[in-house]
């Protein structure tokens, strides 16, 4: 979550690795990923490398060091667990950034957010705050719990990018902090859109390959769900 989230809480009795933060997505997808954690956590970096050279519209790293940044700013850089995507969407820019800075609307498209809620009111800005939930699944480590993000918007340029961060808090799991960025850039056809995440925490730095698996899990659901609403409303490509 974050990307992603305000500051830290008390960390929970468990101080072995947690799982996704900002974005813990369905029970269904994260069982999934963590199936095949043995598979992403060693072919993730060449699969992406893969990805960038043969097809550029869509892309995802588990460590980055030239990151995203909004105003300036990007995420935590000193961050063990990273991950860095993009996808192409065929939809107006304003359609695309709407729903994404729309946040009590999440629920509507987005399976995995429970409940969503501003903590101030007007347009999305620095310094406006959001409280969602989303469902984490049990690990061989971590009870099924469900997840409290409380976000804070670090920056925003309309129509152009987005940074916000925060922790995250369940019941046996917190992510101390995650950092979120996201960029939107027009291009032919659509919407370049680019997101990268980082999260801090003893819990998720006990096993920095499955918890950056289980965000990167997370961040690529989120790109697929936001691609397909966002063309849905429009009928597909945008003139």
Known sequence: MPSNSPSSLPVQPSRRQRRPRTRIRTATTLTAALAAIGVLASTAPAQAASARTAAPTRTGTPHQTDGLKCQGKGTNPDALIRYR??????????????????????????????????????????????????????????????????????????????RWTGPAVGEGLTIDEGVHVWNFTEVKGGVRVRTEETWTGAQVEADVPLATSMLGAGLEQWLRELKTTAESRTGGPCA
């Not at 976000?151 to 925003?156: A, K, N, P, Y």
């Open 85 to 162: 995507t993009d996808i192409v969407i065929k939809a107006p820019l304003s359609t695309v950034f709407k729903l994404q800075t729309d946040v009590e609307r999440w629920p509507s498209w987005q399976a995995p957010v429970l409940s969503a809620k501003r903590l101030d009111h007007g347009p999305l800005r620095a310094g406006s705050q959001f409280r969602w939930t989303t469902p984490a699944p049990a690990t061989p480590t971590t009870p099924e719990t469900t997840l409290n993000i409380t976000s804070t918007v670090r920056g925003l340029d309309r129509n152009s990018c987005i």
